[in-house]
């Protein structure tokens, strides 16, 4: 070939994409990724992004710090693995599919649970190709051998294992409870999914009036004025409260007031709860529909009045609780008028109502944090339902120990008082979703309701002598997506949970724990606090102690 020829075939310009492609083509076909087998180990899990999508710059910029320290220790002569992976991301994922549904004017209950989540499968299948080409273009020295999914066979025997366990240890139970519920969705959602923001509202007054007419306020008013932001919960009221050291008031506890339009007579309660600066001193108390309403009634053995469905819709008759973990014991007809009204048209309704009868005393400007959800956007309405919970606190202990005595240290260090912070003020964890995607609840209820919780259907007709001609229904709901990514480090090495088989698992034994997880702070509490709690319950040493499922959280900015 000639030199004018050769300079023919001499690209006048350098060209990346297809050097990069070709090259790591190369690297990736002669395992050049994959643990060399000798030496300290080294090991990272990476933080595995939704099959919602594509990649983000953050997914960049965390690969690239990720994927200088695996270089680095691969280059020092460690045995090193860097693992990939994708997160189902159950309710991010359902609702990108349910949305390309709408499109063709089809509904996933049109579909059908089975085919519904077929679907889903198609969009993963796409989707997790786009993610992993985007991780191969991006260089990362990953080991594509070992590339996982959290609803893979292992990871889904794994989330189920340690489900029943859980159960075993009284760690996991089912309960009715206040909720976050997300009314355009269908789901709760944990206290992390819902986002408050600042906006402009309204702070209404209206006049409850005493049963007994001699009784007067101070000022001799035969009514109370009570300040609200939400009017419509009014006719869920179970009782008044005002501070026990507020004057104006103390005469007046226990006395009843009747309940405008439902004609209801609730008492009037002191509790060191209420603000005698905000309003008018008097708050409303809503049990089934506000969180510190449903703390204060507990304290004060109060009644609980359900009166919204789950399309937060008035229901035609209300669902009456006698006390806060009991169950439903009679029902309550509601006001005709207001049976089936959308909660902000009912709200409408009663201002309208408590103007033209005299008992709207005021509306006032107000600037509130509405809670809404993180994905739907809609205002969350706190719902008295029957949710599976993991009870944390037992949890926590080992987990704030582990941060405490330095088996665990966060870079920046600052970062371990944010987890602290948040580790000793935790409430149990709601982990059921009423989804169709994502790992379904082990549990079966018979026709009597009693509730049974196995690996699988065999084995709870077996350890519970159920004859095959007792019909058994698997529980709707799915497991929040955190609770499968808690187990992360240790199912992704294909952990079973038998004392036998994991010891005679080489990847497990050698790369677990890990060394560093890499993640922005946004996840400290949703993530890494779980991962920790999940993996020093879960996994030990061969003398019995707790494993970490990692020793380092290195936090980088957003």
Known sequence: MTDAQTAQNIATTYDPTEIEKKWYQTWEEQGYFKPSGHGESFCIMIPPPNVTGSLHMGHGFNNAIMDALTRYNRMMGKNTLWQPGTDHAGIATQMVVERQLGLQGVTRHDLGRDKFIEKVWEWKEQSGGTITKQIRRLGSSVDWSRERFTMDEGLSNAVKEVFVRLHEDGLIYRGKRLVNWDPKLQTALSDLEVESKEEKGSLWHFKYFFEDKSVKTQNGKDY?????????????????????????????????????????????????????????????????????????????????????????????????????????SKTITAPAEYAGLERFAARKKLVAEA???????????????????????????????????????????????????????????????????????????????????????????????????????????????????????????????????????FSTLGWTGDAQKDAANDFLKTFHPTDVLVTGFDIIFFWVARMIMMTLHFMKNEDGSSQVPFKTVYVHGL
């Open 355 to 489: 103007e033209a009868e005299g008992w709207l005393d005021q509306i006032q400007p107000y600037d509130l944090k509405a809670p809404r959800g993180d994905r739907s956007g809609v205002i969350i309405e706190p719902l008295l339902t029957d949710q599976w919970y993991v009870k944390i606190a037992p949890l926590a202990e080992p987990a704030i120990e582990a941060v405490q005595d330095g088996r665990i240290k966060f870079v920046p260090e600052q970062y371990s008082n944010m987890y602290m912070a948040w580790m000793r003020d935790i409430q149990d964890w709601c982990i059921s979703r009423q989804l169709w995607w994502g790992h379904r609840i082990p549990a079966w209820y018979d026709a009597n309701g009693n509730i049974y919780v196995g690996r699988n259907e065999e084995e709870v007709r077996a350890k519970n002598n159920i004859a095959a001609d007792v019909e058994l229904k698997q529980d709707e709901d799915v497991l929040d997506t955190w609770f499968s990514s808690a187990l992360w480090t």
């Open 224 to 328: 109370l004025v009570v300040a609200t932001t939400r009017p419509e919960t009014l006719l869920g009221d179970t009782a008044v409260a005002v501070h026990p050291e507020d004057e104006r008031y103390a005469h007046l506890v226990g006395k009843n007031i009747v309940l405008p339009i439902t004609g209801r007579l609730i008492p009037i309660v002191a509790d060191d709860y209420v603000e005698k600066d905000f309003g008018t001193g008097c708050v409303k108390i809503t049990p089934a529909h506000d969180f510190n309403d449903y703390d204060l009634g507990k304290r004060n053995s109060l009644p609980i009045i359900n009166i919204f469905n789950k399309n937060a819709e008035v229901l035609a008759e209300f669902e009456y609780i006698a006390k806060a973990g009991e169950q439903i």
